[in-house]
């Protein structure tokens, strides 16, 4: 009975220290194993996550552009026609892109020197802003230098004079496309107002006008993958209108 007794308690002994030990081994291997494979898994989420995320800012912002562009020289076909204005043009390093924003009313003729014009409203012109004055015969663009309650004071005197039934007078909306390479960044100007971020953390942008076929070219890269290059081809139609017009 005795024996039997020390054989029971014998079997019924747990795991000793050094079979605790390696199974403790054991299982932190696990663990840490587990661990690094949820951190790579966590790093390449995250990684994914952002390159996603400023893909997405990339395609939104060359989105942004090709509307500009194809917006650009919208109701100014007589103007530019006449070669008083460009729709899109480089100007010290930067993409402008012009269309008519508002029909202005004058209130009488101009003429030669004139520099403060009378119109009906006044409502949505801003100091710094863009006119342009045309006829048949020709025409002029001009800066505002202030707003009255019923006039506007151009920062130059007139050229020419104008017959107020014949003539049109149309406000400008100037959109500057830009690399602040500073703080790589792509801004984006309405008017005279302060120009805005477009897209943040660019390594390179650029554009090309080829006038001859009428097509523009916006392209950049962003620092995180320089490799990348990012571009939108445009064919705007406003431009095009008035070389078709012109053979």
């Not at 302060?194 to 950049?220: H, I, K, T």
Request: charged residues 25%.
């Amino acid at each position: 009975m005795k024996k039997d007794l020390a054989k029971k308690k014998k079997a019924e002994k747990g795991f000793s220290l050094l079979e605790s030990l390696i199974s403790l081994f054991l299982f932190l291997l696990v663990v840490l194993f587990s661990h690094d494979c949820f951190t790579a898994v966590r790093s390449h989420f995250f990684e994914l996550k952002t390159s996603e995320e400023w893909n997405t800012a990339a395609y939104s912002a060359l989105d942004r552009i090709k509307r500009d562009l194809l917006e650009a020289g919208w109701g100014l076909t007589e103007a530019m026609s006449q070669a008083i204005l460009e729709g899109i043009k480089e100007e010290e390093g930067a993409l402008i892109l012009l269309s008519r924003e508002e029909d202005l009313s004058l209130a009488g003729d101009l003429v030669i020197g004139q520099q403060m014009i009378e119109v009906e409203s006044v409502s949505h012109i801003k100091r710094g802003q863009h006119i342009c004055i045309f006829d048949s015969s020709g025409g002029e663009v001009h800066s505002v230098a202030s707003v009255d309650q019923d006039s506007i004071v151009l920062t130059s005197p007139l050229n020419a004079g104008y017959m107020q039934k014949d003539t049109s007078m149309v406000s400008l909306r100037e959109i500057s496309l830009y690399f602040d390479d500073s703080r790589g960044v792509i801004r984006r100007g309405v008017n005279a107002s302060p120009a805005q971020p477009l897209l943040e953390d660019v390594a390179s942008f650029g554009f090309d006008y080829l006038m001859d076929s009428n097509l523009v070219r916006v392209f950049f890269n962003l620092k995180m993958d320089e490799e990348e290059n990012h571009e939108t081809v445009v064919f705007p139609k406003n431009t095009a209108m008035v070389s078709f017009q012109g053979k």
